[in-house]
């Protein structure tokens, strides 16, 4: 017995959301990212390390979330990214993951899971996806990268790649600015273009002069994201505790800080200390009887 085919329908939220503040109730997908390009539809990305932080931001309408080795510094407690292993990384990607509902969660790949070559950043890759739940993943580097960006997208899985200063090579770069002069320009122009050729759906652009940035940006298909690259990126991206005003110390030139959060918590856990030693916490409402 044979049953008629009938051609295959795209479901009723195909149509690309507006990123930002849109009404559709599936995950934002790479391809979203793409005809948002296309539109010129500008669009926020913050990092997000636990299901309840990430929750509040799903809330408040941020389409891209990812999961970055910046866990090692302000979640973690280590001095640099270089520490965090797959283990760590799994484990919050996969607690940002369960924490939202429509936002992209992209789950970076830390030191030394892809460096080997390509076999193992798709191993890598293939665990974030499987074990996490991530939509994407990110790795450092453009041409160094190249074989192992092109494994992990021809397997399916979707890669950003990151450019300029890359923490992960803290050791043999420093934190400083990337592409200034014209060799360095002109490699990070390559790195770009090469990042695109083998599938990456998205660039990331750290700590890059803002001119340059925006050379890369008009000379890719591909989104590009910028974190101290300038404006003219097709989105930005912070760390979350440096937005919000969590994270101690100065800052750096790039980070606005949108909410002292640090003050505030540390304001709330001096009242509250103070309540319990004065014997004011708790009081007859807050007990059972």
């Known amino acids: 017995m044979t049953h008629a085919v009938s051609p295959a329908r795209e479901p009723a939220q195909a149509a690309s959301p507006t990123l930002y503040g849109g009404t559709g109730t599936r995950r934002i997908t790479v391809r979203d ?3 948002a390009k296309e539109r010129g539809e500008k669009w926020p990305m913050l990092t997000a390390y636990d299901a309840m932080t990430a929750s509040v931001f799903d ?3 941020i389409p891209v979330m990812l ?3 910046s866990m090692g510094n302000c979640h973690l407690g280590y001095e640099t990214t270089v520490p965090v292993t797959m283990d760590e990384m ?7 993951v369960r924490g939202t509902s429509r936002a992209l969660i992209i789950g970076d790949l830390p030191f030394g899971s892809y460096q080997e070559g390509a076999v193992q950043a798709l191993r890598s890759a293939t665990r974030l996806v499987k074990e996490a739940g991530v939509g994407a993943v990110k790795l450092e580097g453009g041409e160094r990268s190249l074989a192992q960006t092109e494994l992990i997208v021809q397997s399916g899985i979707p890669v950003m790649s990151h450019l300029g200063l890359t923490p992960q090579s803290v050791n043999a770069m420093g934190y400083r600015v990337q592409g200034r002069g014209d060799e360095a320009a002109h490699q990070l122009l390559r790195d770009a273009k090469a990042a695109q050729d083998a599938g990456a759906f ?3 652009l ?7 940035a925006a050379e890369v940006t008009r000379s890719l298909h ?3 994201v910028g974190i101290g690259a300038g404006s003219e990126c097709d989105a930005q991206v912070l760390v979350w505790t440096d937005m919000m005003g969590l994270t101690g110390g100065k800052m750096p030139k790039f980070v606005k800080q949108y909410a002292n959060l640090r003050r505030t918590m540390g304001d709330a856990a001096k009242a509250f200390a103070e309540d319990v030693v004065g014997g004011t916490f708790p009081q007859a409402e807050h007990a059972f009887h």
């Open 90 to 96: 799994t484990l919050l990607s996969a607690a940002v």
């Open 59 to 61: 809330e408040a309408g």
């Open 206 to 212: 750290e700590l890059v002069p803002a001119e340059l």
């Open 202 to 204: 998205a660039v990331v």
């Open 222 to 224: 591909i989104p590009t």
């Open 33 to 35: 990212l793409t005809l």
């Open 67 to 69: 999961v970055g080795d």
